[in-house]
């Protein structure tokens, strides 16, 4: 039976920049490419992506994208066949207990820039992006392109929910196959919170990739695409055969 895998992209991106990883995970899986709820209201996210996505598929996520998969995989236990987060940190910004994040002054001021000047702030956020590939400015022009149908309200929700979601429990609850990939030289997300993860989770696995930054998905799809189907399908990379 073919296995079938949910992806969710990350803030204010539209499904798009996960294409290019999704084409490279076909065939032998069916994958589905899922738009994040673009409600003004935060609370209603996950009960919206718990009644969209298909059940006891796995599910992965790009950045805020893996956040949310991360907590529909605790909501529903056995029903989610697995796991997997694509430069998606336990929590995007610091705690006092989990230092390997954005600096809450740093996202403080992110998020007071997108109130002045959304246009400005959501291109520095692409060459946030960008930056750490080999490629930074066209990744980051990229990613600009696929900046579709977000209103402001909704642009404003995400925000909120990076700021507050801490996926910690929700990571230990899930007792699934997980896998968390991330950029080495990730502008956004520390490539240190993979050790705090290794730790924290003894069980998943953790996995870092050279010369990318927090686009990952459309740096490196093809090697995405093979630890993916290697972890989903139950063999090593390199290996061939179907689904």
């Known amino acids: 039976m073919t296995e079938v895998l949910a992806l969710l992209p990350g803030w204010s991106c539209s499904p798009a920049a996960l294409q290019g990883l999704a084409d490279c995970l076909r065939p032998g ?3 589905r490419l899922e738009a994040l709820p673009l409600s003004a209201n ?3 996210w996950l009960d919206e992506l718990d009644e969209r996505l298909p059940l006891d598929g796995w599910l992965c996520g790009w ?3 893996g956040m949310l998969a991360t907590q529909l995989a605790a909501r529903r236990g056995e029903r989610c066949a697995g796991l997997i987060t694509l430069a998606s940190n336990a ?5 006092e207990d989990w230092s390997e994040a954005m600096p809450l002054a740093t996202f403080a001021a992110f998020r007071e820039g997108f109130q002045q000047d959304p246009t400005g702030t959501l291109k520095r956020f692409t060459l946030l992006c960008g930056r750490g590939g080999a490629e930074p400015r066209q990744t980051a022009q990229r990613l600009h392109a696929m900046q579709s149908g977000w209103s402001s309200e909704a642009l404003q929700a995400g925000l909120h929910v990076l700021d507050e979601l801490d996926g910690r429990a929700a ?4 007792q699934g196959s997980q896998l968390h990939l991330f950029g080495v030289d990730d502008a956004l997300v520390p490539h240190g919170c993979a050790a705090r ?3 924290l989770l003894p ?3 953790v996995e870092t990739i050279a010369a990318t930054g927090h686009a990952l998905p459309l740096e490196a799809p093809e090697l995405l695409a093979e630890r993916m189907r290697a972890f989903i399908l139950g063999r090593r990379p390199g290996q061939s055969g179907g689904a």
Not at 91 to 95: P, S, T, V
Not at 171 to 174: G, I, S, W
Request: charged residues 20%; glycine residues 8%.
């Open 197 to 199: 993860l290794e730790a």
């Open 42 to 44: 935060p609370g209603d």
């Open 63 to 65: 950045s805020l994208g």
């Open 171 to 174: 990571l230990l609850q899930y």
């Open 203 to 205: 069980k998943a696995q």
């Open 91 to 95: 929590c995007f910004r610091q705690r």
């Open 29 to 31: 899986l069916s994958v």
